[in-house]
Each structure stands twice: as C-alpha cells, then as structure tokens.
C-alpha cells in the first residue's frame, strides 16, 4: 500500500506522479472488476441512503413498497458486494450462500436484527450495521401513544363517536386507568426503554422498575428500580416490552407470565411480535385477566384481518409504525447508506452490531 | 332537623352518592341518559341544594323554577359554562365546582388525543382492521409528525395547560408558547413564552386549547385563526367545544390549510353521526372523556358532594369557584 511519506520532500514532479497513479489504482481497487461495488437495496427507502450510496456504488433496487419475494431476493444477492436490507428480509444461511464469497457487508435498516443470522455473519466476517439512536425518539414517542390510547381507550371511544354508543354519557362510562400513581415495569431498559421512561415521569408514575440481564446506569435518571421479571410482573400497573429479540426470549409473554400480571394491568409491546404467544395473550384478554394490550408488533405482519385479536375491544394493534416519523425513516435509511460506504471505503461503520 | 332536599341532575359515582344521600333528601334522575330540560325544571322545584355537572344548565330559569330556597349548587366538573354565575351571586346561592382533582386525567387525555393525531393512530387502526396494512399507499407509509424540536402553542395555560406542557416536555419540545389574557408566574417552570393569539398560530406546530369558555372567546377558533396556522400545523381542543366554529374547521381540514386537529369536545354533544368532520382522515374525535379515570371522577364526585353539602350548611365551600 503507498503511504505519502515516501513522498514526502520529494520535487512536485514525483508528488504529482504519486497522486496519478495511486487515484488510478484506487478506482481499481474500489471496484475489483474496473467497476464499483455492487450494492442491492430490498425496498423502495428514502432517498437519504442511496444519494449517499450512489456516487460510490452501482445500485440495484426492488423499488416497491412491498417485500421483495424471496425468490428474488436470492437472485439478486448473487454477486454482490453489499446488502442494503429491512427488517422484513430474512438474511439467512441460503441468502448468504446464494449472495457468494464477495458479499463484504451487510447494512439493515432497523435497529432490531433478529431477522439477521448473526453467527453465520460473524463467521463469515460480514459485518453488519444497524441504526440505533437515529429511531429511538420517533418509537418512544410512538409507545408511549400507543399506551395511552390503549389505557385511555381511545380506539373505542373515537369508534363509539361514529357508531352511537356516544349518548348515553355517565360519570362512569369509558373509564380508562390514568399513569398516576402508577407502576411502570420496562423489560429492557435500552435505548428505547430509557426513552419511554422519561416521557411517563411527568404523567405522575409513582415507580420505574425494568428486568433484564444487568443493571442499566440510565435507570439512575428515572429512578428504575432493577428486579426480576417475576416481582415485575406481579407489581406493575404497565407492563412494556421494549427488549431485543433473541432466541431465550421467543415468546416470553406466555399464559405463565399473563397469570402473573395484575387483572388491571395493561400490556404494552412496541419490541417484536415474536416476544408474546399470541394465542395465550388472546386468552389474558378474552377472559380479563390482563385489563388491556397495546401493540404495535405481531406475528406475523402484516396481522391476518380475520386474528381474533382484533375483535377484542380491549386490544389495540398498529401496524409496526414505531419508527414512522419522516425524521427518524431519513435518517435510518441514511445512517445505513453510511454503514456500508463506510466499510466499502476501508472505514469503520459507524453503528456496526457487535 | 329534617334533611335537606337537592335534586341530582345525573347519580354520580357511589363514594359521592353516598356522601350526598347521607345528609340529604335526594331526588334525582337516575336513567342513563342525559337529563331533558322540561325534567330539570321540574326536578328543582322547592330544592336547597342542586348538584349537576356540564351540559346540564343552570340558568335563571333553572333558579326560578326552584324558587327561594335554593342555598347551594354544585358541579361535577371545572367548566362553568353552564351555570349562570352572575345570577348565582346575585342571589347568594353558593356555587362549587372541582379544579385540581381532574387535572391529571385531562391533561393525559390532551396528550393521548395529540399523540393519537399527529401519529394518525385512528387511520393506523383502521388499516389493521380493513387490510390496509399490507398494501401500503406510499413509501413513508403512516409517518406522522414528531413532537422532537417542534414548538407548541398552549391557548391558556391554567392548571390542565400547564400539566399538559409538562407532561410534552421530555419529548423533546424545543419551544413552548402560551396566550391568553394575563401572564402566569408559572410559565417559567416550563420556560414558556407570553405571546400573542395571532403569534401563536403563526410559530406552532402544535396548537393546543385548554383555555375555560367566556363570552369573548366563542368561536375563536374559526376561518381567520386556521389560516393563520401553518400548513404542518396540529389543532387540538379539549377544553370546549363552542371555542371552535366547526364549518371552519371542517374546511380548514379538508382543504389542506392545516393538517390534522383532534377533539374531545364539540358542539353539540354528542356530535351527530352524520357529521362531516367524521369522515376526514385528519380528524380524530373522542366522547368528553377528559376526565374519564376512576380515580378523578371518585375524586370530583367527592369534591362536588363536599361542596354541595357545604353550602347547604352556609360553611365555606372546599372548592367555590372564582369570585
């Protein structure tokens, strides 16, 4: 490799010389076949990413709003030098056979990666970038609305606004269960667990606690109190899961854990579908054993229309919007255009998942 | 001593009830439905004590109907929309309302409704039930607008609008604007800055009214106050519904000239069925459920019973309403 203090001092003639043959082989060696690296992007994303991508990168698309099918996800890996991929990609053994030895990165565009076969990454020394932070206001704030609307019933009151049950007003109708004086259990005191804390302070909750593998030196701020998942569950008033998914804690929300929650107790999950058992929450609520649920994630997405889920009143499901602000959708599909130039180039990524 | 007679215009929650029927002879309209005005004039009739909450008036029709024994009103409720005051004190009856108690729950609700508009919750619904999820319309399917460095506008910071600026604090509002008739010392807690009405509407990006109902404000929010907004601009009223001219909303609405607003209060209550506003996407409207928690309705049903109970016995009230 050159390194300019060969050059150094030297007459401007072998200076100039330098600088024209090491741009030359640069454009070689950034392109092993005289051409740029071959980026494929799995959706139609915000622009952000590929204005960042496209100077650098020769760029194939499956420019839809819909997944691209796998079939031809496998096609199009073939060759490849980077992956620009969604949550809804399923990054795989096959896809990375099918992908080949000169597949250099991998950048998702999400923060969870439970759709990505890490260890075959890490054995293949595929790094992969992800983009944390860049979501976490825009799904906090999400979460925190869509408890709200879940405690406060907002779904079925607007409805009763259209349907006539508005009329017969009584000082006890639609009664909703408020945050004061109430008991927040995080599971996951992350990024977005910590967010979502400090936006329910102020609505007068008495106590934080959070379950998870250590403690969280963010729990100082909000006064989080680390306990186990049991004693959480049995003296929360809200429970939240705001935890990565992982292969321990597929379908952690299960009749088990439902038994343990209060009958008042409203549960919230804006993290994956795969953390609840979605027949034993169907059960909770049908039978009141939990008060309410409130999710934005669910297995699978999209939720079939006819899932008895959603003839429950006291059930409120969103269509995975947690990140859906034109800010955070930017910035992720940008922050992932970098993850990959960046490794392209020689860098670092800036968000790379250990 | 016998016990005093009151007419309730509607039974509040047992705990209140209790206190009330405790002391008194009750009369009271006990169906589910909002009481009739031929039955709260007839109701009132040679009563000591009226206890009520909003729509049901209590005008000088209402205190001439129950005649001069009338010693004490109360109302569940901090609204005093429907009661005539000014003839209230003119004829000595005392009147009780229940600030504080419902504080929490209504500013809580302002949020959710904010939230549930400016993260198009009902549409998000609606698309899981119908399909619409799956078969997205554009690529930033469903992005709403983000509180983050936005700036809102409170109209009226009292106790409801201050609680609900603290409570948007911590989701990254980077300017927090109030108006109304007076200065409050308590803007600098959220260091939120006096403004204009007029400056308001120009520099919000959230407009939130939680201002209590007086002759001059009556339709303040009508054609002039919506083009003044921006076009990015979020309208929400959960204070009461005659603040807003409903056709100008309607319009504003409809033709782009803000972007969404959300209500829980509107004229009339309940809102008929076939109402345009019900078929605009940008628009999302709940049932006055302000206050609706167990914990504040107990709360002011015990406020509102005290308050009743008092007057009746020439004390001074837990809570009269302002002089």
């Given at each position: 490799m050159f390194t300019t203090s060969v050059i150094r001092g030297s007459p401007k003639l072998t200076r100039d010389l330098y600088v024209l043959i090491s741009r030359s082989l640069f454009q070689k060696s950034s392109s092993m076949s005289s051409q740029k690296p071959k980026v494929y992007v799995t959706r139609r994303v915000p622009q952000d990413g590929l204005e960042i991508l496209r100077p650098h990168c020769e760029i194939t698309q499956w420019d839809s709003e819909k997944p691209v099918p796998r079939d031809e996800l496998i096609r199009q890996v073939a060759?490849?030098?980077?992956l620009f991929c969604l949550?809804?990609?399923?990054?795989?053994v096959d896809v990375l056979n099918a992908a080949g030895?000169?597949?250099k990165c991998i950048g998702t565009m999400?923060?969870?990666?439970?759709?990505?076969d890490m260890a075959e990454c890490r054995a293949r020394n595929i790094p992969v970038g992800f983009t944390p932070d860049v979501l976490t206001n825009a799904t906090a704030e999400l979460t925190v609305g869509l408890l709200l609307a879940t405690s406060r019933r907002l779904m079925e009151a607007s409805q009763s606004v259209r349907d006539?049950?508005?009329?017969?007003?009584?000082?006890?109708?639609m009664l909703g269960h408020g945050l004061d004086g109430s008991t927040v259990g995080i599971v996951g005191l992350g990024r977005i667990g910590v967010a979502v804390a400090r936006r329910l302070?102020?609505?007068?909750?008495s106590r934080f606690l959070y379950s998870g593998h250590s403690p969280k030196d963010e729990a100082k701020e909000v006064g989080a109190e680390l306990v186990d998942f049991d004693t959480l569950l049995g003296s929360s008033d809200f429970v939240l899961g705001c935890c990565a998914l992982t292969k321990e804690n597929?379908?952690?929300?299960?009749k088990e854990t439902f038994s343990k929650m209060k009958s008042s107790a409203i549960f919230v999950n804006t993290?994956?579908?795969?953390?609840?058992n979605q027949q034993d929450l169907y059960d909770a609520l049908v039978s009141n054993q939990i008060a309410a649920a409130g999710v934005?994630?669910?297995?699978?997405?999209?939720?079939?229309?006819?899932?008895?889920?959603?003839?429950?009143?006291?059930c409120v499901v969103l269509?995975?919007?947690?990140?859906?602000t034109e800010k955070a959708r930017g910035a992720m599909s940008a922050l992932t255009g970098k993850n990959i130039l960046s490794f392209l180039q020689g860098d670092k990524m800036p968000c790379q998942i250990k | 001593m016998s016990k005093p007679l009151v007419f309730v215009s509607r039974v509040p929650p047992p705990r209140g009830m209790g206190m009330i029927e405790e002391v008194c002879t009750v009369r009271a309209m006990r169906e589910d439905r909002f009481i009739r005005r031929e039955e709260m004039l007839e109701g009132v009739v040679g009563v000591e004590g009226i206890f009520c909450h909003p729509p049901d008036k209590v005008d000088k029709a209402v205190l001439d109907a129950a005649?001069?024994?009338?010693?004490s009103v109360s109302t569940?409720?901090?609204?005093?929309?429907?009661?005539d005051l000014t003839e209230c004190k003119a004829r000595g009856i005392s009147v009780g309302y229940t600030p504080g108690v419902l504080t929490d729950a209504t500013a809580e609700t302002t949020v959710s409704l904010l939230l549930a508009t400016s993260r198009r919750l009902k549409e998000a619904f609606s698309a899981v039930l119908d399909g619409g999820w799956g078969t997205w319309?554009?690529?930033?399917?469903?992005c709403g607008k983000t509180l983050l460095e936005s700036t809102v506008g409170i109209v009226g910071l009292g106790r409801i609008g201050f609680a609900v600026a603290k409570r948007l604090q911590?989701?990254?509002?980077q300017k927090f604007l109030y108006s109304g008739n007076t200065r409050k010392d308590w803007d600098s807690e959220i260091n939120a800055e006096f403004v204009s009405f007029d400056r308001l509407l120009e520099e919000s990006d959230f407009v939130v009214a939680c201002c209590s109902m007086n002759k001059e404000n009556v339709?303040?929010?009508n054609k002039k106050a919506f083009s003044k907004m921006k076009k990015s601009a979020i309208f929400i009223n959960?204070?009461?519904?005659?603040?807003?001219?409903q056709e100008d909303l309607y319009d504003a609405l409809k033709s782009g000239t803000i972007l969404a607003a959300g209500l829980d209060?509107?004229?009339?209550?309940?809102?008929?069925?076939?109402?345009?506003?019900?078929?605009?996407?940008?628009c999302v409207i709940t049932?006055?459920?302000?206050?609706?928690t167990v914990h504040a309705r107990n709360a002011m049903a015990e406020l509102a019973a005290r308050n009743l109970i008092a007057g009746l016995k020439g004390e001074a009230l837990p809570s009269p309403v302002p002089q």
């Open positions: 060759g490849k030098d980077a949550l809804t990609d399923k990054i795989d030895s000169q597949l999400s923060v969870g990666y439970d759709h990505i006539g049950g508005w009329g017969t007003w009584d000082p006890c109708w302070a102020p609505f007068g909750v597929q379908g952690l929300f299960n993290s994956r579908g795969g953390l609840v934005d994630v669910t297995s699978p997405e999209p939720l079939p229309t006819d899932s008895p889920l959603l003839t429950l009143t006291n269509p995975h919007i947690g990140s859906a | 005649g001069k024994s009338l010693k569940m409720s901090v609204g005093l929309d429907h009661i319309e554009n690529g930033l399917y469903l911590p989701f990254g509002v339709g303040l929010f959960t204070s009461r519904g005659v603040l807003v001219n209060v509107t004229s009339p209550e309940p809102l008929p069925r076939d109402h345009p506003l019900h078929t605009l996407k940008n049932p006055h459920i302000g206050s609706a």
